[in-house]
């Protein structure tokens, strides 16, 4: 026999007591955040093992004279050792090998320059995926493409892991995205040829966005609105302190391969991670799986709490109030059930000029937000600064720049708040270009101050978006402006690599300007800041109406 009202099993009071339980918060939080440095490692690594080589064209036919690499440079490349040495001289080198150095040196003095040709092999100094794939020259965008992969890789699982994680539970899509941390990064070190090095590096961005996003659900999910805004701060520290653990780690470790291997190896310890970590009870209480919610409450509420909220036992009674009836049906969706409101959704937004006016402000600001960010974490080779030390101080700046919007939001709004950080960003990105040249020191100064104000306005950003929308589509505006983020992401190599090389300082140029443009289309936004969050669109509408025959009366 089921019972009649289910509710009264006091499950809901429990789940909310247990969001304020110390042992239950500090085991979600580090076990759902931990993963967020691993991922760190892979985004950033790139700066370490894809770094521009000084190369010059190999010559076979030369390989075994007794010259020396020196003397065979002076005599086939026009432009010696460098970063862009992509041409040979069309010699005849079969008779050149015949000859000494010396002879070869005053034949070819004696004769008209050669055409050159495009090198098919080149020589390195150094290692990383560049020399092992020949990635310089005209194959130059494939570098950034190892890049690209992993921001494409967390662009996909963005746009899938929500609907997996609504539909199937956040522990399960958290742990599968673990497990391709395991596997994914072994092959990446592994892998002999470039499109499995590629395949390899989509799959860790989307063992990325898996854990960085179900672990943040179900951390807010699993603590009260009061704890949320410490424990997201916690949430994100493995960033910063990942970034500044990878120079020690690569700093003694030169073979890309090793570096691989080393910054993969702590995955492993992610099956702590899936064996541990519960899945929210909250989710488990919207799917009606209340047996399973209060087995996790049970083993994480002390005795005395325990007694208070358990009013029904845990058997067959339980079981009983689920058994799906007519009136009770049951709560499984297919996945076309998640995706079909979604898109009703976000076509409510388009339908409206000012909510699309506010969305596209939004996916801007975002978008231009996360590609800075990326763009001056990667661009140590632009700036001519050291790597190692740069990466260092740019986690260490993270750590300032999730902290120093908290005082900047008590004295004034989102709006202005925001406005002001693209501003300054903008003002000491763009001061770069009146910084005299060979100042390196100065440059990178100067760009980890646009990089304290980018990090801020990043995480500020997607507070912001989420307070401009009604609860009804507050979550579609919110995950499709994180879906312009990653496209953001995915043009920050080809900017820092292709555009780079023709001027160091383009970069930082592109990005100051796009957070100018971004700072005045904020100024635009309405102010949220100590408003009460709507509903619906129609209540939006409403508001705007308001505010609009107001703003009219005090001008007549």
Not at 111 to 140: A, F, M
Not at 278 to 306: D, M, Y
Not at 319 to 326: A, G, K, L
Not at 426 to 432: D, K, P, V, Y
Request: hydrophobic letters at 40%; charged letters at 15%.
């Amino acid at each position: 026999m089921g019972t009649s009202d289910p509710e009264d099993d006091g499950l809901e009071e429990a789940v909310e007591q247990l969001g304020q339980s110390r042992s239950w918060l500090w085991m979600v939080v580090l076990l759902a955040s931990t993963p967020s440095m691993v991922n760190t490692f892979h985004l950033t690594v790139y700066v370490f093992w894809g770094q521009s080589l000084e190369h010059w064209c190999d010559v076979p036919a030369l390989q075994y004279t007794n010259w020396t690499a020196d003397q065979i440079r002076n005599v086939s490349n026009p432009g010696g050792v460098s970063r862009e040495s992509c041409e040979l001289y069309n010699w005849n080198y079969s008779q050149l090998a015949e000859m000494s150095y010396p002879e070869a040196v005053l034949f070819t003095g004696s004769q008209h320059k050669p055409s050159t040709t495009e090198c098919q092999h080149w020589n390195y100094v150094g290692n990383g995926i560049v020399s092992e794939w020949d990635l310089v020259c005209s194959r130059k965008a494939l570098k950034s493409t190892a890049q690209m992969a992993i921001s494409l890789g967390k662009f996909l699982g963005a746009l899938i892991s929500g609907l997996v994680a609504d539909r199937y539970g956040r522990k399960k899509v958290f742990a599968t995205a673990c497990m391709i941390y395991i596997i994914a990064g072994p092959v990446v070190a592994l892998a002999p040829y470039y499109t499995l090095f590629i395949l390899a590096r989509i799959a860790l961005g989307i063992a990325g966005s898996g854990t960085h996003n179900c672990g943040f659900t179900l951390l807010a999910e699993s603590c009260t609105t009061k704890r949320r805004t410490v424990l997201a701060v916690l949430y994100y520290m493995p960033t910063p302190i990942g970034m500044m653990l990878l120079p020690l780690i690569a700093y003694h470790i030169d073979d890309w391969r090793t570096l691989q291997f080393v910054i993969s190896a702590p995955a492993v310890f992610f099956v702590i991670h899936i064996w541990f970590l519960p899945e929210s009870p909250r989710w488990l209480l919207s799917q009606g799986r209340r047996e399973e919610a209060w087995r996790i409450v049970n083993a994480f509420q002390s005795e005395k709490q325990t007694k208070q909220f358990i009013t029904v036992p845990l058997t067959s009674k339980t079981e009983d109030v689920m058994e799906p009836t007519e009136s009770n049906p049951p709560t499984t969706q297919h996945w076309y059930q998640h995706v079909l409101p979604f898109i009703y959704k976000l076509s409510s937004l388009f339908s409206h000029t000012e909510l699309r006016r506010r969305l596209l402000i939004c996916y801007y600001a975002t978008c231009v937000s996360s590609m800075s960010y990326y763009v001056l974490n990667l661009n140590a080779d632009n700036f001519t600064a050291d790597r190692y030390i740069y990466v260092a101080t740019a986690g260490a700046v993270e750590v300032l720049s999730y902290i120093m919007p908290l005082p900047l939001l008590r004295w004034t709004g989102r709006r202005q708040t925001l406005g002001l950080l693209y501003f300054l960003s903008s003002a000491t990105l763009l001061s770069i270009l009146m910084v005299p040249e060979g100042r390196t020191t100065t440059v990178w100064i100067v760009a980890m101050l646009g990089r304290l104000c980018v990090g801020a306005v990043y995480s500020l950003i997607v507070i912001q978006t989420s307070e401009l929308f009604p609860t009804t589509n507050r979550n579609t505006a919110v995950s499709t402006s994180s879906t312009l983020a990653h496209v953001g992401s995915l043009s920050a190599p080809f900017i820092v690599d292709l555009l780079g090389a023709e001027a160091w300082y383009i970069p930082s140029t592109i990005c100051g300007c796009s957070v100018l443009v971004a700072g005045f289309l904020v100024l635009l936004l309405p102010e949220t800041k100590n408003s009460e969050l709507c509903n619906t669109v129609e209540e939006i509408l409403q508001t705007d109406r308001v505010s609009f025959r107001n703003c009219c009366s005090c001008s007549s």
